[in-house]
């Protein structure tokens, strides 16, 4: 059943941009999603970070920063990873120049929200200056394998240089009754207009953002999902917006070798694969085609937790005032304006633009349909410079790994 959300009233909203962190990259299904489908065990990952402007104050932040250009700078926890639960990636700009470039300077960001601290979401903090603050989840401080970060402790996935003269600032939902959604709520700028949701199960102290976009008894917001799951598959179909009886061919890929056209939805509902071959095709086209992994290499620290957050996710994208924005959907670059083609391009009027409906179905083209496999990969191999790089005359020393480094380094 579904609940519908009550979201409090405010009538202030902030600005919200999309910036492409031109990250690209390729994981090993298994880890993410279940079960995998023959002809899906990669998962295309692009990801998205966000400006967000309040708009009373001017202020100006940033939800997540992507991957760093040289992400063979990160902690050495992470080195180890490449190549292997990561099976390539590509990293032409840093956030921050792509912010420079147009006309934003760094020292006008007065807050850096990590969804969580996983390498493709930090990106280089050392570029900002000491005024901007970093915002992370519950429990991050106080873990023991994190703080101070590496080279200090030589284990942590997170950088000692990213935390030098500045402040780092957890939030602390339990010191606020505020709910949205099931989730524990706090209210950045006390007015309303943003919030940051407590959705744990990914890592420790992973969050979303909840961005207010318009005011008035029918406000609409954008649910920055940064990893609560990384394929939208997890949350599509559903009951309120089922799969077609024929799937829109615009929001197929325009290979007709890959498509008939028309393109009926059993092409996909045949090989749904939550369901039993019994089960009713209105069943197929309503029910979500994946859960979190519970993999034992699985990217979740604790799977049903994090399922049991997705499964709350679902009332918002069952919610026609809210978009949900995954950190890894390639339909938002696909689909949406970003930042660094026009830098005043905002999303606040995605309902009027109809977006909901444009980013729905893009996922199905990844899916294997009728013995052909899905998408072919975003990228192959590891570029450094935007050159392939040979890693196999770099390649780190192979040593042991503790159960902690693989649960830590193996997510993303
Ligand atoms: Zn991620």
New binding site residues.
Partial sequence: MSRPISFPPSSSTVRVRMIDTTARMTVRAESFVEPVQPGHEFLN?S?VAFLIEHEPTGRKMMFDLGVRKDYWNYAAILQKRIGTVISSLRVDKNVSDILVENGVELDSISSVIWS?Y?W??VGNMSLFPPSTEIVVGPGFKSAPQLLPGFPEKLDSPVLVSEFESRQLREIDFSATSLEIGGYGAYDFFDDGSFYLLDTPGHCIGHMCGLARTTSGDDSTFLLLG??IC?FVADIRPNPTYPLPDEIPSEMLDHDPTYFPRPCPCSLFTDHHPQLSSDASLEERQRTPFYKVSTHSASAYIDPPTAQNSVDKLLDFERSSNVLVCL??DEALLKYLPTFNRDPKSELNDWRNQGWKEKVRWDWLNELPRDGKPGRKLIVEGFWRDRKLWDRSKEKMEEKGETETEKAEAG??
Avoid: F
């Fill in positions: 990952l990801a969580h996983h493709d979401h940064g990893d990384h950190a890894h997510s993303l």
